[in-house]
């Protein structure tokens, strides 16, 4: 339980004592000069989870403070103390840099998903140069959201390779491809449904290391490295529509090559 208190560590030891005993400490915010005490309606709705509450309201106000210090302990301090809480807060975080890049590649997926649900991005499925088009299309909105952070977006890489934040990494890339793959119109439940996931979450990293390195007028070679990775990947799957051993041998292949492109081989 996340117990605030105002920030004197005496404060802070106290509190933690009655949190022992079971009392539940209501989450309370800092005054400032223009809030007139009042606590954020977000944090103030009494649920039982207000601390991941707290938590992903600090995380979407340090955003802001990436440009500046990085996916670091700095970024959270900062956009907690634009809330009103003291920059101790920042204990509640275990890896603060690597939370919030998870945090960031989270809610990107969201917008990308409700993008696709609305059908601003939209597979007409007619032929495979629609599906192309809108696979290309679908990477190259999501690798935008990356925009304001390209500077800083190594650092983030390295932190989410760490083998313990890999996993969940790694499910926030597979979280992405699936939903891209559901709406170009998958629903394969042979081997296809591995291969093409896996080849689009190796087209979707190769092209964010591109896109890291890319210095044309409107990362145009990025785009154009894109669409012609998504092609060569939907002339395979034709192929492997027809080839079921063809298709085992290609998962198998995959895989290794997958998880060195996507930065996930190391050693347990």
């Not at 809610?107 to 059908?119: C, H, I, R, V, Y």
């Not at 299309?137 to 313990?164: E, G, V």
Request: with cysteine.
């Amino acid at each position: 339980m996340f117990c605030r208190a105002f920030s004197r560590a005496g404060n802070f030891s106290k509190i933690n004592n009655l949190c022992a005993f079971g009392l539940k400490i209501v989450p309370i915010r800092l005054c400032s000069n223009n809030d007139n005490g009042k606590i954020p309606e977000e944090l103030n709705n009494g649920s039982d989870n207000y601390e991941q509450d707290i938590k992903s309201t600090i995380l979407r106000s340090s955003l802001s403070y990436v440009p500046k210090h990085g996916w670091s302990r700095d970024t959270i301090a900062a956009g907690a103390d634009e809330l009103g809480y003291p920059d101790t807060v920042h204990g509640l975080f275990q890896d603060p840099g690597a939370e919030l890049a998870l945090f960031f590649y989270s809610s990107s997926n969201d917008s990308l998903s409700q993008l696709l649900k609305d059908g601003t991005l939209k597979c007409s499925k007619e032929n495979n140069a629609e599906l192309v088009k809108f696979l290309a299309s679908t990477i190259q909105t999501r690798l935008l959201m990356l925009q304001p952070y390209l500077n800083q977006w190594p650092q983030a890489i390295a932190l989410l390779s760490k083998p313990s934040n890999a996993p969940h990494a790694l499910s926030n890339l597979m979280t992405l491809v699936n939903d891209i793959c559901y709406y170009a119109g998958d629903r394969s439940i042979d081997t296809r449904w591995y291969t093409r996931r896996i080849g689009l979450a190796t087209i979707y990293k190769s092209s964010e290391l591109h896109l890291l390195q890319d210095s044309s007028q409107g990362y145009e070679d990025t785009w154009n490295f894109t669409r012609r990775a998504v092609e060569e990947c939907v002339k395979l799957d034709t192929m492997l529509e027809s080839n079921a051993q063809l298709a085992k041998d290609v998962v198998t292949a995959s895989v290794s090559t997958a998880k060195n492109i996507l930065g996930f081989s190391w050693n347990r």
